[in-house]
């Protein structure tokens, strides 16, 4: 029984009831037409375009199962499946001559398809997707990667934490040497002589400070995890930390004092936040002590420039750091702090001329000073940081070191404990030690059955003289012929940049000054040489036939 309801009327409906009517009624005039899917679906598709759902061109009809397209071996699509992620059809046949285009045809792309075409227009030099599969695996000697053949490596001044040699051949030198061979090698290591017998123990030996065996004390940076645990007594105790850091500081005066009388080519210092490699005059193509730091911090900077430590930033040209007048000549840091302030006084001239400076706020003394500083702090912990000391600001920077407070971590597993120094030869409080080399033989798989494949691996802080060391004696133990892969400490990677120079040296006066430094000859003459590679550091190594073929 119908109740009467004021202002009822029984003609009307709610908007959805509406919109299933025309959808009936549009279904009986298909069900009486009975027209084939195919004309059908581009307006689905088109449809669907409109809404802006990414679709990719449907399966031939009767795909699977060989049905017919309304068959009951037709497969019924999942409706809870998304648009976007249905399975990708191995061969999609091109449209057939029924189908209709639309007027405007738009490309069917999934949503990668779709990110690649953003990162395509924003960066044109990526790679898409579908071209990952063919550049997965590179080849060593494609031309986009940088490499180079010689006779001689490149001088490579990063410090190494693995090598892996490997040979056809094996690597007997790496065996237990008996105890006649290691006292001769140690002997005329110690006594930077001629090296006869055996090679090997000289290319592996190196001097430390402090010796801690039971922490490890190289790499310091990011070393927090491997220390974490380990017994540190002077971490709460500031009488051991006093005399820890007196110690360190006579070794590091007795490396430098080395250092400045060409006894010792070069040594580095390893804080927990950046390190210092020392290099001698006539090494690296300089004729003064060199200095570099990486990576530093605004902060170390601005210390560094209130102990009047003159440096410079080589990988920053043309910035706010150095400003060159017309003639070339460096300003100093007052004068770019004058002309910077100039600068910004003219900036806002323009406003007055205008007569609108009062009602324009301008910016504070306090805001200005955080825009020029912003690309300071922006490259700090980057090898762009890289700080370069030259001359008699090395004996400046040695006092800053020594005295510095952020030279040793005040709380962690490293606090109290002072920096690594690492040199090829002896200094005041060193301790000889030695890298570790492990030989292993494994078989191969080859056309003709098995074969033996050698290889050596050899861990420590692996420095520039023992990496030319271990190259020549393998390039002879091992007839000319190994592969090597080399992993660098990071930090000092960007060691290896071109510095600029005033004037060319004779080689032949750098090499007889550096005489008694304690290298091989071969070694010294690899390192007088000018740094090539950069940021980068040597990675992959392969010898052929005495000829290297490498890459950084």
Same mark, same amino acid.
């Given at each position: ?193 001629? &090296? ?33 645990? =380990? ?42 936040? +950046? ?31 209130? *102990?009047?430590?003159? +440096? ?22 007052? *004068? ?11 900036? +806002? ?6 007569? &609108?400076?009062?009602?324009?706020k301008k910016p504070d003394i306090l805001s200005i000073k955080l825009r020029k500083e912003k690309h ?10 890289? &700080? ?16 510095? =407070? ?88 960007? +060691? ?7 004037k060319v040296l004779d080689m032949e006066v750098v090499h007889k000054e550096l005489t008694n430094c ?16 950069? =940021? ?17």
């Amino acid at each position: 029984m119908a109740l009467s309801v004021p202002g009822y009327s029984p003609g009307f409906r709610k908007p959805p009831e509406v919109v299933r009517l025309r959808r009936k009624r549009a279904r009986s005039r298909g069900a009486a037409a009975s027209p084939p899917r195919e004309l059908t679906e581009p307006a689905a598709r088109r449809a669907a375009l409109v809404a802006g759902l990414p679709l990719r061109p449907f399966p031939a009809a009767g795909g699977r199962g060989g049905g017919s397209g309304g068959g009951p071996a037709a497969a019924r699509r999942n409706p809870f499946a998304r648009l976007d992620n249905r399975p990708r059809v191995a061969a999609e046949p091109p449209d057939g001559p029924a189908r209709e285009q639309p007027e405007a045809p738009v490309p069917f792309l999934d949503s990668n398809q779709e990110n690649d075409l953003l990162w395509e227009e924003k960066f044109p030099e990526r790679t898409t997707v579908t071209e990952l599969p063919q550049t997965s695996h590179v080849s060593f000697s494609e031309p986009d990667i940088p490499s180079s053949k010689s006779t001689e490596l490149p001088v490579d001044w990063s410090i190494k934490t693995r090598l892996l040699f490997t040979s056809s051949q094996p690597f007997t030198w790496a065996d237990h040497l008996k105890a006649q061979e290691e006292a001769q090698g140690l002997v005329q290591h110690c006594r930077a002589t001629e &090296v006869t017998l055996p090679k090997s123990i000289q290319s592996l030996i190196y001097w430390l400070h402090p010796a801690l065996s039971w922490l490890p004390l190289f790499p310091r940076i990011g070393a927090d995890r491997k220390m974490a645990g =380990k017994t540190s007594p002077w971490s709460n105790d500031a009488t051991l930390q006093h005399v820890l850091m007196s110690d360190w500081s006579v070794s590091f005066t007795s490396l430098y004092n080395l250092l400045k009388t060409k006894l010792c080519p070069y040594f580095y210092v390893c804080t927990y936040q +950046f390190t210092v490699l020392f290099r001698a005059a006539g090494l690296a193509g300089s004729d003064l002590i060199t200095a570099l730091i990486s990576p530093t911090t605004r902060g170390l900077r601005e210390a560094m420039r209130n *102990e009047g430590i003159e +440096f410079s930033l080589p990988l920053i040209k043309e910035s706010g750091h150095k400003k060159e007048t017309a003639s070339g000549t460096s300003l100093g840091y007052g *004068e770019e702090q004058a002309i910077s302030d100039e600068d910004e006084e003219e900036s +806002f001239s323009w406003l007055e001329e205008m007569g &609108v400076q009062d009602k324009i706020k301008k910016p504070d003394i306090l805001s200005i000073k955080l825009r020029k500083e912003k690309h300071e702090v922006q490259m700090d912990h980057r090898p762009e940081s890289v &700080v370069l000391v030259k001359g008699i600001n090395t004996f400046t920077l040695l006092n800053f070191l020594i005295n510095s =407070k952020s030279l040793v971590a005040t709380s962690g597993p490293q606090a109290g404990l002072p920096p690594t120094l690492l040199s090829p030869v002896a200094f005041r409080g060193a301790t000889m030690q030695m890298l570790k080399a492990r030989s292993v033989n494994v078989k191969t798989q080859a056309l003709s059955g098995y074969r033996d494949q050698f290889s050596l691996e050899i861990t420590g802080p692996i420095m520039p003289h023992s990496l030319h060391s271990l190259t020549m004696l393998l390039k002879s133990s091992q007839s000319g012929s190994f592969s090597a892969v080399l992993y660098p400490h990071e930090p000092t990677a960007v +060691f290896n940049i071109c510095l600029q120079m005033d004037k060319v040296l004779d080689m032949e006066v750098v090499h007889k000054e550096l005489t008694n430094c304690g290298l091989h000859p071969n070694t010294l003459e690899q390192l007088s040489q000018i740094p090539l590679l950069g =940021k980068s550091s040597l990675r992959n190594v392969v010898l052929r036939d005495y000829i290297y073929n490498w890459r950084s």
